[in-house]
């Protein structure tokens, strides 16, 4: 079954460590995106990945990091300079030729005490 | 400064009779605009897109008008189902930039028996 898995579906945390969510697909998409999602708001883009070995930060970058080793991974990690990590993460992919139409995985809760 | 809004955070409607949820958008450099359904805990599902050379987009019971000079779109579910109760989100995004969605605040759709 083709599909992005996202794990742990639940992520629990001390303030001032860093957590890395992991994100495969392997629907051999192209790109790979983070996004973050809080109550009441849309889906805001974190960092995006067009290919492999690069990435480009998106609207709210500060305090996160990824890496696009593999074309069906792209890890997020979380680092103590996020102000409030504690929010619902998705993970996406598209095919290069319908870069619009992203297909997400069922997401990670963070919750940093 | 929100690009993409969805005016209207939860929308209720009978079982069988039509479902309108509205978008509007501030940049005209949008030309691609998608509607995602989202249940809660878990990732987005594609729904249903529609170019800015059209107007009017059709898939089943989901259709989307896209009216550019009032930079609007909707889109209509009829007739609604009970599983059609979720958060709908809709996104747009530009050529110029391509692989990045904006995305709106979401509309929350309940089909009522």
């Known amino acids: 079954d083709g599909g992005i898995t996202q794990s742990p579906k639940y992520l629990f945390r001390k303030e001032g460590q860093n957590v890395t969510l992991s994100c495969e697909q392997n629907l051999n998409h192209d790109a790979m995106y983070w996004y973050r999602q809080d109550p009441g708001q849309g889906l805001r883009l974190i960092y995006y990945s067009q290919i492999v070995n690069d990435f480009q930060k998106g609207d709210i970058a500060e305090g996160y990091s990824v890496s696009r080793e593999k074309k069906e991974s792209f890890p997020l990690t979380v680092t103590s300079a996020q102000k409030n990590p504690t929010a619902f993460y998705l993970c996406?992919?598209?095919?290069?030729?319908?870069?619009?139409?992203?297909?997400f995985g069922p997401g990670t809760r963070l919750t940093v005490t | 400064d929100q690009q993409v809004k969805q005016n209207s955070p939860s929308l209720s409607v009978q079982e069988g009779r039509i479902s309108i949820l509205n978008c509007d958008y501030t940049n005209s450099m949008f030309d691609y605009f998608l509607w995602y359904k989202k249940y809660p805990a878990e990732g987005p599902t594609f729904l249903i897109s529609?170019?800015?050379?059209?107007d009017k987009n059709e898939d089943g019971r989901f259709t989307v008008f896209l009216n550019k000079s009032a930079k609007h779109l909707s889109l209509h579910i009829v007739p609604s189902q009970p599983g059609d109760s979720a958060v709908y989100f809709c996104a747009a995004g530009h050529t110029g930039t391509a692989s990045k969605l904006t995305f709106g605040t979401g509309t929350r759709l309940q089909v009522t028996l």
């Open positions: 529609i170019s800015s050379i059209k």
């Open positions: 996406a992919s598209s095919m290069s030729d319908s870069l619009y139409e992203q297909y």
